[in-house]
């Protein structure tokens, strides 16, 4: 039987330490990002092949001018992963679960107060 863990995700728009990830947002500033939750304590799933399929969800606690824009999956030939949902602060990530795989979703987030820019956030998705 799979779990459905929930996942936290927390934007800065300034350089952070550990355990936030440091990353250049897409107008060059950098920014800050972490996960909490998951199947790790830190935005990563970890599922069992053949336990049936999986459901996260993941939630921006950032603040308000922060706004999930977008996802890519990387790493999943097997198309085992979508999105569902069309909200600016939480998504769900679906994963079949029934193919191996060693895959990374990304969230993508877009400061609305600063001129839109984006950054992506990046944790792995592994299916034993």
Not at 58 to 78: C, K, T
Not at 115 to 125: A, E, K, R, Y
Request: aromatic share 8%.
């Amino acid at each position: 039987m799979p779990n459905t863990p929930n996942i936290n995700l927390d934007v800065r728009n300034f350089a952070s330490g550990a355990p936030y990830k440091n990353v250049a947002a897409s107008n060059g500033q950098t920014y800050s990002y972490c996960y909490t939750g998951g199947d790790d304590g830190n935005g990563g799933l970890d599922q069992t092949v053949g336990n049936g399929r999986d459901t996260a969800l993941v939630s921006l606690i950032a603040d308000q001018r922060y706004e999930i824009s977008g996802h890519n999956f990387l790493n999943d030939p097997n198309n085992q992963l979508s999105w569902s949902g069309n909200s600016k602060r939480n998504g769900n990530i679906i994963d079949a679960n029934n193919a191996i795989a060693n895959a990374e979703y990304c969230v993508i987030v877009t400061d609305t107060g600063n001129g839109n820019c984006t950054i992506v956030c990046d944790p792995p998705i592994i299916n034993r």
